[in-house]
């Protein structure tokens, strides 16, 4: 186990619905990342947090949005839900921003979403 | 454009063989380069990660090389064991904007060890 805690487990909505998903990064860890794998797919990164600000961002619209708490937890909102956001959304917590060589990014088991 | 691509896509074998898998990248600029091994339905764990100036780094019956020169990487598996099945991820960390630690990642290479 990492110490990285996702909530929920699954979930499955609706398209155009809104959806929150919940991380709880490692004790320590203050830059929390977020990505989207789809099936069969390499996960691709959505956007990170440091220190309760966005500090990085892929390629994603800005439907993708999130929130860092003064405790590094941090939320993933997907609004405008489409069918295309069905994927495995994996949160990755680790002990600084910059994530340089001997810095590892610790994973949690992720939230798998289902949009009919 | 940054890309890191994995090779096979899937691979089985049986248990006690070897194995190698295949990642070549054109992440430009270089700090890094990680294997991860993600069990279905799971997130990722670390197995090595490798800096610039690295060529080789174990963890138990895993191995990884870098050719930085070539931008290429394998992952060689000894002594297969069934509880090694599970998708193999390569990923490249570049440097982002701002100072923010990019991360490209390979499809993952797919590896069912059979009895």
């Known amino acids: 186990e990492t110490g990285v805690t996702q909530s929920p487990t699954h979930l499955i909505k609706t398209r155009g619905q809104q959806v929150t998903l919940r991380c709880s990064s490692q004790s320590g860890h203050n830059t929390v990342s977020w990505y989207q794998q789809a099936l069969g797919q390499g996960p691709q990164f959505i956007f990170q947090?440091?220190?309760?600000?966005?500090?990085g961002r892929g390629n994603f619209p800005p439907r993708f949005s999130g929130l860092q708490f003064p405790n590094y937890s941090s939320e993933l909102n997907v609004n405008a839900l489409e069918l295309d956001d069905s994927a495995l959304y994996l949160c990755?917590?680790?002990?600084?921003?910059?994530?340089?060589?001997?810095?590892?990014?610790?994973f949690g088991p992720g939230t798998r979403l289902l949009v009919l | 454009k940054n890309q890191v691509e994995q090779s096979p896509q899937s691979l089985i074998i049986l248990e006690g063989k070897n194995c190698t898998l295949q990642?070549?990248?054109?992440?430009?600029?270089?700090?890094?380069l990680r294997w991860y091994k993600q069990d279905t339905g799971r997130g990722p764990v670390s197995l090595t990660i490798?800096?610039?100036?690295?060529n080789t780094k174990s963890n138990g019956r895993y191995t990884a090389t870098l050719d930085a020169d070539t931008k290429q990487s394998s992952l060689h598996i000894t002594a297969s064991q069934l509880s090694d099945s599970a998708s193999y991820i390569c990923?490249?960390?570049?440097?982002?904007?701002?100072?923010?630690?990019?991360?490209?990642f390979g499809a993952g290479t797919r590896l069912a060890v059979h009895p």
């Open positions: 990642c070549n990248y054109t992440v430009s600029p270089f700090s890094n």
């Open positions: 490798m800096t610039f100036s690295e």
């Open positions: 990755a917590s680790r002990p600084g921003a910059s994530g340089r060589a001997g810095e590892t990014q610790y």
């Open positions: 990923v490249v960390s570049g440097e982002g904007g701002g100072g923010y630690n990019k991360l490209i």
């Open positions: 947090y440091y220190r309760e600000e966005e500090n």
